[in-house]
């Protein structure tokens, strides 16, 4: 995984806690999964891609 990627993730999750002091999973989800989702277009993996959208359906409840 790229470094950048990392780096822009490790800076929002930061920027998350100053602002809204959690640290919880909730809070810092969809920071992740930008990460992910930033990481699979860079590479286009397509099990990765379907991993991502089957984690969403079952976050969401669909």
Same mark, same amino acid.
């Given at each position: 995984m790229? =470094?950048?990627l990392i780096t822009q993730y490790q800076a929002? !999750?930061?920027k998350i806690i100053r602002y809204g002091g959690? =640290? %919880?999973e909730t809070s810092i989800r969809n920071?992740?999964?930008r990460l992910l989702n930033d990481?699979? @277009?860079r590479s286009y993996h397509p099990r %990765?891609?379907?991993y991502l959208? !089957?984690?969403r359906l @079952? =976050?969401?409840g669909d």
């Open positions: 790229s =470094r950048l929002e !999750v930061e959690s =640290r %919880k920071a992740f999964e990481y699979t @277009q %990765k891609i379907q959208q !089957v984690c @079952q =976050r969401t």
